[in-house]
């Protein structure tokens, strides 16, 4: 087999700068929401399978560790869409220097934060006792 | 060996002849899905409770049902696009590569299908 190039491994980057690792968390975060996708698909199959099916998908769709899982959701979901702004930026060709980005990927983590704490704020306070 | 590509080799196509069509697509789809996530999540914070009765009514609607039917579409594509990346960066055995990409577009293709589905029975009243 031709040693072909590999997309280069983890390892071999300085995980000191915080703008690499906030690509690393874009990916991850994304693969954790394409898990949500599927929780997402499996309640509306639920609910088109009529009232009773939903009574019991809710069983598991309200159980605790659902719950924790809908507020890493939302963590995710706030961080990706931030993270995914700035990768659209990055393709009009700005804010590519390296101080830029230093600058940016600390206003991403920012921005995801306070929104992610505002959702899961709305979330507990619009789902109380449910 | 010719150092010289074919026209259509130096058209941008590449080595996977499909040029930047998976980027472009990529963008594509998160521009769309930006107002649509928005959407979905400030309406299910919005709704009174998640009972029956009350997320059946609210699919029911014309608009909310294509935006749901939308969502999922594109969020099944965007995903798709991008857990293809990581597989292809992260599984490095060529058999392993070609089975979980393999798979990994059935279970897309699967979400796509099942997630419209479902909006559309309930819109259209069945459950």
Redesign the interface.
């Known amino acids: ?1 031709p040693q072909r190039p ?2 280069p491994h983890m390892t071999i980057y300085r995980m000191t700068r915080y703008s690499l690792l906030s690509s690393f968390a874009n ?1 991850a975060t ?2 954790g ?2 898990l949500g ?2 929780v ?2 499996y309640w ?2 639920s ?5 009773h099916a ?2 019991r998908a809710q069983s598991i769709l309200a159980s605790l560790p659902l719950k924790v899982l809908y507020a890493l959701l ?1 963590a995710a ?1 706030s961080y990706h ?1 931030i993270a ?2 700035r ?2 930026v990055w ?1 009009t060709g700005r804010g590519m220097e390296r101080s830029q980005s230093q600058k940016s990927a600390w206003l991403v983590i920012g921005c995801a934060l306070v929104l992610a704490l505002a ?1 899961i704020a ?2 507990l306070r ?2 109380e006792g ?1 | 060996m010719s150092l010289r590509s074919p026209l259509a080799r130096v058209r941008g196509l590449g080595a996977a002849g499909s040029g930047v069509q998976h980027w472009w697509v990529q963008r594509v789809t998160a521009i769309a899905l930006v107002p649509l996530c928005i959407w979905l999540v400030v309406s299910l914070l919005a709704l009174p409770s998640l009972d029956f009765v009350t997320l059946v009514s609210w699919m029911a609607g014309t608009w909310t049902a294509s935006l749901l039917v939308l969502l999922v579409l594109t969020a099944s594509w965007h995903s798709s696009l991008g857990i293809q990346v990581v597989l292809e960066d992260y599984v490095h055995d060529h058999g392993m590569k070609a089975v979980s990409l393999v798979l990994s577009s059935f279970i897309h293709v699967v979400i796509a299908v099942a997630g419209s589905f479902a909006v559309l029975r309930i819109a259209f009243g069945s459950p």
């Open positions: 087999m590999l997309s990916r994304g693969i929401l394409s996708l599927i997402l698909v509306l199959t609910l088109a399978r009529g009232a939903y009574v939302l979901f869409l995914g702004i990768h659209l393709d959702l709305c979330a619009a789902r449910v």
